[in-house]
C-alpha cells in the first residue's frame, strides 16, 4: 500500500471507528461457519504463543480468540482510533497501530495470524509484499487464516455509517491469493468458500484460506 493510499485508509476508519465498533461488536453471533472456522485455526495453534489478529478493527476477533484458549493473543489495525475502540471494549487484550506492510513485529515472533478480511483495502500490487510480511513474522510451521470478498471488482465507497470517506474494497479469486501466498513461502492447506448470511453482511461470497508457514 503506497503512503498516500495509506493514509487514506487510516483517516476512513478513524473517521467511522466508533460506528464501526458497535455494528461488528456482535456480528460472529450471526456467522456460525465464522465461528466454527475460527475456532478450528484455535485449536490447530500450539497452547503456547503469541497469535496475532492482523486488521484487528474494534477486536471482536481476537476477543473471540482468547475465549477458544488462544491465551497470548495481540491486535494490529493502521488506525489509531479503531485500536483505541478495541482497547476500550477489550482491555485485557494489547492492541497497537501499525501498518501491514510493515508490521512492528520481530522475526518469527508469532505462531498464527487470523487476517479478517485485512487485505480488501489493499491495493492489489501489495498483496505479495503484505504475505512476505506476514511470513517474516510468523514462526516456522505457524499458521495462517486469512479471509475476503471472492470476486474481480472493485467496490468504492463514498460514505460509511453516515460519514463521508474514500474506500476502495478490491475483490479477489481464490486462486490468486493461493498463488501468490504460495510464492510467498506458505502451503495452503484449504480453502473455504461460502455464501453471504442473509440480512446480517453484505452480499459477497466470502473465501477463507488456511495457509502454514514452510
Partial sequence: MASEQSEQVRRAYDKIAAAYG???????RHKPQDRQL???????LPQQGRVLDLGCG????????????????CGIDLSPAMVQEARRRYPEIAFDAGDMLAL???DASLTGIVAMYAIVNLE?????AAF???????????????????????????????EAISLDFHFLQPQEVAKQLGQAGFAIEEIVEREPYPEVEY???????FAVKL
Fill in 104 to 106: 512492528p513485529l520481530a
Fill in 22 to 28: 458497535e455494528h461488528f461488536a456482535d456480528e460472529l
Fill in 203 to 209: 452480499q459477497s461470497r466470502r473465501a477463507y484460506v
Fill in 124 to 128: 492489489r500490487a501489495a498483496l505479495p
Fill in 58 to 73: 474494534p477486536g471482536h476477533i481476537a476477543a473471540y480468540l482468547a475465549g477458544e484458549g488462544s491465551r497470548a493473543v
Fill in 132 to 162: 512476505a510480511e506476514m511470513h517474516r513474522v510468523l514462526q516456522p510451521g505457524g499458521r495462517l487464516l486469512l479471509s475476503f470478498h471472492i470476486g474481480d471488482e472493485t467496490v468504492h465507497r463514498e460514505e460509511l455509517f453516515g
Fill in 38 to 44: 475460527l475456532r478450528r485455526f484455535a485449536f490447530s
